[in-house]
């Protein structure tokens, strides 16, 4: 890898990774009208159901992880390691950064949100393997997995800046029930973005006395990643990224009880439930390709693992990289074409439950419409699958516990706390984890808006 190649990664690593707090969920406050400017990050149509007439959020920043397999091994020579079971491994990764959300509602039937963003998804899954310390070559590597019967995983990386132009508006009202809708415009540019296809690489061992070789028989891949991890700098990426368009759009109905609100007039916050649906990501970004960028097939029936080893060892840079893992396939082609990488679209059902006394319990389905795992095309996904949070909620403090079921099967217990106008929360406590698995992560907002609940109750309508 060049050297300006490496000063842009570690560029990037810090702006989305030195962020962290240990991704799409600031999972606390979903479905609460004191969710303010970042509510439209999980229904459009939430920025006229909120609780302020204006909203400030100087900036968030929330980041999710999901693995089976790293963890922090313990004791005094603890450290990062890899589970060795037999099994497929992965590992998904989600991190959201906002600037300047600003919502402004006009009246109580109108609001305008604006606001800008930086966002990556990364996702890593493989075949079963098994993996123990004493690997250290692809040959050892081979050695221990002798039996499995062919290499087969993927990698998809995207990263993009995103300015987002929310409108929602009041569709239709009574004395019992409210319906809004809101759409968002998302105007984004691929900043950066890379993938790693190995499908179905298959070999056969051959032994010869003590020795024992590995002759590879079938399989595909591809590699590359966008020619702005090829420039100097982040000016300089940003400059000749391309731009492409996404959309969000939703709608909220609110139902009220008029004994449970005593009277006192319908507003955003003595709903008796809330029931949200959302189509939230459509749209993709795209990239120009780097030339280094290359598909590969049919492996090279005379190269052996230990060729293999002997040509990336001596890899200097990028180029050097690709000219190795061409020369171990008998075809292969450079990607000439721009290619794209499918935001994380999915539907969001999400239902709130108003039980008074600034007690709540929501509860959230979030359904990916895409698979990662295809090898044809490049998407991502959110993590989120099914979600219930109680909380105790008022303009200017909150305590919340969600409990998350993941689309990896794994159950998180998280929470959060709310003083005045910062909310600091986390994903998962780690009590059901076995070993401090990379799992979880956590999220930050400080937002400014009114914190006088007379005044913001006076400047919400009585029913008409």
Not at 129 to 151: G, K, Q, R, V
Not at 215 to 242: C, E, I, P, V, W
Not at 456 to 463: F, N, Q
Request: some cysteine; aromatic content about 12%; hydrophobic content about 35%.
């Amino acid at each position: 890898m060049t050297r300006h190649l490496k000063k842009y990664f570690f560029s990037v690593l810090l702006v989305f990774s030195g962020i962290l707090l240990k991704a799409q969920g600031y999972q606390a406050i979903q479905g609460s009208p004191f969710a303010g400017s970042t509510a439209v990050f999980n229904n459009p149509a939430a920025s006229v159901g909120s609780a302020y007439k204006w909203d400030l959020t100087l900036f968030s920043v929330q980041a999710k992880m999901s693995s089976n397999s790293p963890y922090i091994e313990s004791g005094s020579n603890g450290g990062l390691t890899m589970n060795g079971d037999v099994r497929s491994k992965f590992f998904h990764a989600n991190i959201d950064l906002s600037l300047f959300n600003f919502l402004y509602k006009a009246d109580n039937e109108h609001a305008f949100n604006f606001g800008i963003r930086a966002r990556t998804y990364n996702h890593v899954k493989t075949s079963a393997f098994h993996y123990s310390d004493s690997i250290n070559s692809f040959h050892s590597f081979l050695i221990e997995n002798d039996n499995a019967p062919y290499l087969e995983g993927f990698v998809t990386h995207t990263g993009w800046l995103e300015a987002d132009l929310n409108y929602s508006q009041v569709l239709f009202e009574n004395n019992r029930s409210k319906l809004t809708g809101g759409i968002t415009l998302q105007i984004m540019k691929g900043i950066s973005g890379a993938f790693l296809k190995l499908n179905k690489v298959s070999y056969i061992e051959s032994k010869n006395g003590t020795d024992t070789l590995f002759n590879f028989t079938d399989g595909s891949g591809s590699a590359g990643y966008s020619s702005t991890l090829d420039q100097n700098s982040f000016q300089d990426a940003n400059k000749n990224a391309l731009g492409s368009l996404g959309l969000s759009m939703g709608i909220e109905y609110l139902i009220y009880n008029n004994e449970f609100n005593g009277g006192t007039g319908n507003n955003n916050l003595n709903y008796d439930w809330k029931i949200g649906v959302s189509l939230m990501d459509l749209g993709s970004n795209k990239f120009k390709p780097s030339v280094n960028s290359v598909q590969l097939f049919s492996p090279a029936a005379t190269i052996t693992d230990v060729l293999v080893d002997q040509k990336f060892s001596g890899a200097a840079n990028i180029s050097d990289f690709k000219d190795s893992l061409t020369s171990v396939f008998t075809n292969s082609a450079s990607i000439v074409n721009n290619f794209k990488i499918t935001n994380p679209t999915r539907l969001i059902v999400n239902v709130d439950r108003n039980f008074g006394n600034n007690l709540y319990v929501n509860g959230e389905l979030s359904m990916n419409f895409y698979s990662t795992s295809s090898y044809t095309k490049y998407r991502t996904r959110e993590l989120n699958l099914l979600t219930i949070t109680p909380r105790w909620e008022t303009i200017g403090l909150g305590a919340y516990l969600p409990l998350q079921y993941n689309t990896q099967g794994q159950l998180w217990i998280g929470a959060a706390v709310k003083l005045g106008p910062l909310l600091v929360g986390v994903h998962s406590l780690g009590i059901f984890a076995k070993n401090p698995t990379m799992n979880g992560g956590g999220y930050l907002l400080l937002s400014i808006h009114p914190f006088n609940k007379r005044n913001v109750l006076s400047k919400m309508d009585c029913p008409k």
